[in-house]
Nanobody, 127 residues
Framework: QVHVVESGGGLVQSGGSLRLSCAAS????????LGWFRQAPGKEREFVAA????????DYADSVKGRFTISRDNAKNTVSLQMNSLKPEDTAVYYC????????????????????WGQGTQVTVSS
């Protein structure tokens, strides 16, 4: 199993940028797809972005396309989420997760079926 620790959240003004990082442990890290999810108060956890094991394939929620970029460094066991042009509606706790396949992490049920989540990192965007 891949264990994750998220960091990099904070308070930023609308239009600003933040870079989230996820440090993962587990010897099979490089073989896993990784993704970012977020959960705002009173709302369900939602998919944000995902990247396959090699970094050669990515996907994004429509709400963040063109603003967020996911990347990974298998040598350092990290995955990052560069967030630009932030909006107040991006305010949420952001979580990193792993799955054996990109298809798996993007499946609609993943957010319900995944039994391991990190502690998350809070992102707050002020208007």
């Amino acid at each position: 199993q891949v264990h994750v620790v998220e960091s990099g959240g904070g308070l930023v003004q609308s239009g600003g940028s933040l870079r989230l990082s996820c440090a993962a442990s587990g010897r099979t890290f490089s073989g896993y797809a990784l993704g970012w999810f977020r959960q705002a108060p009173g709302k369900e956890r939602e998919f944000v972005a995902a990247i396959n094991w090699s970094g050669g394939a990515t996907d994004y929620a429509d709400s963040v396309k063109g603003r967020f970029t996911i990347s990974r460094d298998n040598a350092k066991n990290t995955v990052s989420l560069q967030m630009n042009s932030l909006k107040p509606e991006d305010t949420a706790v952001y979580y990193c997760a792993a799955s054996p396949t990109l298809r798996g992490i993007m499946a609609p049920r993943f957010k319900y079926d995944n039994d391991y989540w990190g502690q998350g990192t809070q992102v707050t965007v002020s208007s």
